[in-house]
């Protein structure tokens, strides 16, 4: 089993920055990709920014005013939130595609999400 735990999360000013936090833990063999996604109330989750293959992608509302990084040996992904607008207000819920083995020593990939973190923007 794999856990991602997410923190970071908070109450800011409109124009302020946060930093997300995400740590993975468990039976991990290794992570294909991590990423964040927001939940807005009454909407679908939606993706923020993803990283995979050294590559990074961004919803476009956040280009430029987003950053995502990773720490591989640290199983920890991050989101540096900067500029932030009351539209970003949202559930930020960490997201990883792992490949553990199972009991029978083969390697499978699942898709694990951590519990949610509350941002707030907001004056």
């Known amino acids: 089993q794999v856990h991602l735990v997410e923190s970071g999360g908070g109450l800011v000013q409109p124009g302020g920055s946060l930093r997300l936090s995400c740590a993975a833990s468990?039976?991990?063999?290794?992570?294909?990709?991590m990423g964040w996604y927001s939940q807005a109330p009454g909407k679908h989750r939606e993706l923020v920014a993803f990283?995979?293959?050294?590559?990074?992608k961004y919803a476009d509302s956040v280009k430029g005013r987003f950053t995502i990084s990773t720490d591989i040996p640290k199983n920890m992904v991050y989101l540096q939130m900067s500029s932030l607008k009351p539209e970003d207000t949202a559930d930020y819920y960490c997201?990883?595609?792992?490949?553990?083995?199972?009991?029978?020593?083969?390697?499978?990939?699942?898709?694990?999400w951590g519990q949610g973190t509350q941002v707030t923007v907001s004056s």
């Open positions: 997201y990883a595609f792992v490949y553990s083995e199972d009991q029978f020593g083969e390697t499978r990939g699942n898709a694990y």
């Open positions: 468990g039976s991990i063999k290794s992570i294909n990709s």
């Open positions: 990283f995979t293959g050294g590559i990074a």
